[in-house]
T-cell receptor, first 116, second 115 residues
């Protein structure tokens, strides 16, 4: 149980285009989802926290108009990188948590974004 | 604000030997959770072990155990009988026991296992 999927696993796009990444909890309801960014050989940097049905909370320094997050249902959150540029190339990871004070987060397999 | 520090960017261990990865953290809270995650080359984050701060007993999961020193704010991971499949990046993480379950990660330790 507790499986989180991400789609696509890899995406290559041209500079200036927008890219949408999906994060799904397959066998549980995720009241909270987290989006992380990871550069090579570095740690995970939390970008934002999203709760189902409400606006995402962005970490300091993360542009909310650049990285649009939608958590429309208890099993799906999306991250859209708008007007992507080469510096947005990175590995994006989502994780999902349940309600009721549950401690654990369940991580997706990540999406590698390359912007040409 | 809470911080997590991993002072060993890289470690190496011989197969079947034991290795200890260090982690220290800083917090003013008394109730929290600590985790060790493994990230193999596939990049999938895997939970290795977790510790509740209110528990004095150190957590153990098969070959993995922790040395949790609350007063010293230290949370090291011991891997016994190291296997080739243990080679990965290991991240220490902190989570407050408050409403938000946001994780704060350390910078990671890259563990190599020598055959």
């Amino acid at each position: 149980g507790a499986v989180v999927s991400q789609h696509p696993s890899r995406v290559i796009c041209k500079s200036g285009t927008s890219v949408k990444i999906e994060c799904r909890s397959l066998d549980f309801q995720a009241t909270t989802m987290f989006w992380y960014r990871q550069f090579p050989k570095q740690s995970l940097m939390l970008m934002a926290t999203s709760n189902e049905g409400s606006k995402a909370t962005y970490e300091q320094g993360v542009e909310k108009d650049k990285f649009l997050i939608n958590h429309a249902s208890l099993t799906l959150s999306t991250l859209t990188v708008t007007s992507a540029h080469p510096e947005d190339s990175s590995f994006y990871i989502c994780s999902a948590g349940t309600s009721g004070g549950a401690v654990e987060q369940f991580f997706g397999p990540g999406t590698r974004l390359t912007v040409l | 604000a809470q911080t997590v520090t991993q002072s060993q960017p890289e470690m190496s261990v011989q197969e079947a030997e034991t290795v200890t990865l260090s982690c220290t953290y800083d917090t003013s809270e008394s109730d929290y959770y600590l985790f060790w995650y493994k990230q193999p080359p596939s990049r999938q984050m895997i939970l290795v072990i977790r510790q509740e701060a209110y528990k004095q007993q150190n957590a153990t999961e098969n070959r993995f155990s922790v040395n949790f020193q609350k007063a010293a704010k230290s949370f090291s991971l011991k891997i016994s009988d190291s296997q080739l499949g243990d080679a990965a990046m290991y991240f220490c993480a902190y989570r407050s026991a408050s409403a938000t379950n946001k994780l704060i990660f350390g910078t990671g330790t890259l563990l190599a296992v020598q055959p």
